[in-house]
Each structure stands twice: as C-alpha cells, then as structure tokens.
C-alpha cells in the first residue's frame, strides 16, 4: 500500500485548503482513512477518520465545524477540507490508513502512512 498526501501550502488565518491523499497497491475500499498533524515540536495527533463507506466520520474537538473529511472510493482518494484555518493548524498532515473494524483515533492502530504535506497558517 502506498499514500501520497498533497494540497499543503502557506495560507492565511481564516482561509480554506483541501488535503488530498492518493492510495494504490490495495483495495481503498477496505480501509478506514485517518488524517494526523505534527506541529513542530510537538507529538503526533490525531485530527479525523472515516470508515471504509464514508458513512461514518469522526473528528478531533480542535477542528470539529471547521474541518470535513470525505472519501471517493471510485478515484482512490481521501480529502480534508480545511476551512476558518487558525495558526494553531499550522503542521504536517499525514494521512493514513487501516483494516480495522472500528473506529480509531490511536496512530498505532493505523498500518500505512502517507509522506506527509506542510500547512502553514500566518496570523
């Protein structure tokens, strides 16, 4: 399996950008999608999953109302929508992926992982 995030950049406070994390080598179909930041100096968290029909979606409190996450499992393609984005966003984002049969928040229960791609949010 390999993932390959992109749509990163260098945005200001209260604007949008998309995330998209491409996935080959296995069927995108039977895995749960996460998307995780790390902030420089900062450990890894978890930031958003959906399961493996995009009926079910789960979102860390920070960016609940302002972030959605949605999946085409046609194009083998996870997205995040990022809107009202705020400093505290600025990290890298890594989407990863699973084979579990329930939801997960935990970077461990997470299998294979995307490079990453850099946001930066300017005050």
């Known amino acids: 399996v390999q993932l390959q995030a992109s749509g990163g950049g260098l945005v200001q406070a209260g604007g949008s950008l998309r995330l998209s994390c491409a996935f080959s080598?296995?069927?995108?179909?039977?895995?749960?999608m996460g998307w995780f930041r790390q902030a420089p100096g900062k450990e890894r968290e978890f930031v958003s999953t959906?399961?493996?029909?995009?009926?079910?979606?789960y979102y860390a409190d920070s960016v609940k109302d302002r972030f959605t996450i949605s999946r085409d499992n046609a194009k083998n393609t996870v997205y995040l929508q990022m809107d009202s984005l705020k400093p505290e966003d600025t990290a890298v984002y890594y989407c990863?992926?699973?084979?579990?049969?329930?939801?997960?928040?935990?970077?461990?229960?997470?299998?294979?992982w995307g490079q990453g791609t850099l946001v930066t949010v300017s005050s």
């Open positions: 990863a992926g699973r084979r579990g049969i329930s939801y997960s928040s935990s970077s461990l229960d997470y299998d294979y």
């Open positions: 959906i399961n493996r029909s995009g009926a079910l979606t």
């Open positions: 080598g296995h069927t995108f179909s039977n895995y749960d």
